[in-house]
C-alpha cells in the first residue's frame, strides 16, 4: 500500500516553471517505480515521466531534454517533476502514481488525487 499526496501546481506564465512534489507514505514506496501523468480535460491520462525505485533510470515524455525532469528522493519519501518552459497545452492536472516500470495507466496501482496546473499565454 502506497498513499500519495500531489502538491505545487498553480497559475503560472507560459515560459515559467514549477516544481511538483508528490510525499509517499507506506511501506512499497522503497519498492515502487514512480511515474507521473496529466490529464486534460476531454483526455485521455497520458503519461509525463517515470523513475525506477532506485532512482538512477528516469524517462521523460519530451524530445527536449530537462522539460520534464523527474527525480526521487527516498529518505524523504517524495517524488518531485519539474517542468520547465511550460505552454498553455502543458494545462492539466497531474498525478502521481506508483508501481511497475512502465509508461501506461495501468502499470501503476496507487494514485494521488492530482495538482492542478495551469498555464497563461
Known amino acids: 500500500q502506497v498513499d500519495l499526496v500531489e502538491s505545487g501546481g498553480g497559475l503560472v506564465q507560459a515560459g515559467g516553471s514549477l516544481r511538483l512534489s508528490c510525499a509517499a507514505s507506506?511501506?512499497?514506496?522503497?519498492?515502487?517505480?514512480m511515474a507521473w501523468f496529466r490529464q486534460a480535460p476531454g483526455k485521455e491520462r497520458e503519461f509525463v515521466a517515470r523513475?525506477?525505485?532506485?532512482?538512477?533510470?528516469?524517462y521523460s515524455r519530451n524530445s527536449v531534454p530537462g522539460r520534464f525532469a523527474i527525480s526521487r528522493d527516498n529518505v524523504n519519501n517524495t517524488v518531485y517533476l519539474q517542468v520547465s518552459s511550460l505552454r498553455p497545452e502543458d494545462s492539466a492536472v497531474y498525478y502521481c502514481?506508483?508501481?511497475?516500470?512502465?509508461?501506461?495507466?495501468?502499470?501503476?496501482?496507487?494514485w494521488g488525487q492530482g495538482t492542478q496546473v495551469t498555464v497563461s499565454s
Open positions: 502514481a506508483a508501481g511497475r516500470y512502465g509508461l501506461g495507466p495501468a502499470d501503476y496501482d496507487y
Open positions: 507506506g511501506r512499497a514506496f522503497g519498492s515502487s517505480a
Open positions: 523513475i525506477g525505485k532506485g532512482g538512477t533510470i528516469t
